[in-house]
């Protein structure tokens, strides 16, 4: 079974607008990871926050991390239409054990 | 670095042959993964590996499936036979846990279709 799940499966939103995507998982995590992935490609490492972190910002990606609700969210800010891609969320629930949400695809149109 | 290499690109073949992926992750990485990704299923982890070693391999599907890694710098996934149900694309990954919560590097995937 999946470990992490998305909220919501697909958004779309004009150019310059915020972009939220959350997930949700069901066992304890050392991390919580989001990952893009444009269409036909592979996945690309977004950014990462650890258990014992609340919040991290890197450019116009913000993540929160409720490790006491099982959840979190990305958060893009003014986005553009190169933004357009899926996101997934991937927890390592134990050892090197790496799982993937079904994602979020985000459409941004100009 | 290259990044992760990941061949064939594409891969067509009739239902009961084998089929053979390959992989080279990023020298110096020490955890390779194995996934499959489809409309219907999202993306599912099928075995990884840390150093060579086969350390999880419960998503593997069925004994149709085998994958090996004979050494830090190859991996294969097979399929034997193959059906159509196997149609995905088929991706593999590797990061390095020498240094704590570090994230997996993807290659481009093998889009496999079986007829």
């Known amino acids: 079974s999946q470990q992490g799940e998305e909220d919501p499966q697909a958004l779309s939103i004009q150019e310059g607008e915020n972009a939220t995507m959350n997930c949700s998982y069901k066992t304890s995590i050392n991390n919580l990871q989001w990952y893009r992935q444009n269409s036909g490609r592979g996945l690309v490492h977004l950014i990462l926050i650890r258990s014992n972190e609340r919040e991290k910002h890197s450019g116009r990606l913000r993540v929160t991390l409720d490790t006491s609700k099982k959840s979190s969210s990305l958060l893009i800010t003014a986005s553009r239409a190169a933004d357009t891609a899926s996101y997934f969320c991937?927890?390592?629930?134990?050892?090197?054990?790496?799982?993937f949400g079904q994602g979020t695809e985000l459409s941004v149109k100009p | 670095d290259a990044g992760v290499i990941q061949s064939p690109r594409h891969e067509v073949t009739e239902m009961g042959q084998e089929v053979t992926l390959r992989c080279k992750p990023i020298?110096?990485?020490?955890?390779l993964f194995w996934y499959r990704q489809t409309m219907m299923r999202g993306l599912e982890l099928l075995i990884y590996f840390n150093n060579n070693v086969p350390i999880d391999d419960s998503g593997m599907p069925e004994d149709r499936f085998s994958a090996k890694m004979p050494n830090a710098s190859f991996s294969t996934l097979k399929i034997q036979p193959s059906e159509p149900r196997d149609s995905a694309v088929y991706f593999c990954a590797s990061s390095n846990r020498d240094r704590e919560n570090t994230e997996a590097f993807f290659g481009q995937g093998t889009r496999l279709t079986v007829v």
């Open positions: 020298s110096g990485h020490d955890y």
């Open positions: 991937a927890t390592a629930p134990q050892g090197g054990k790496l799982i």
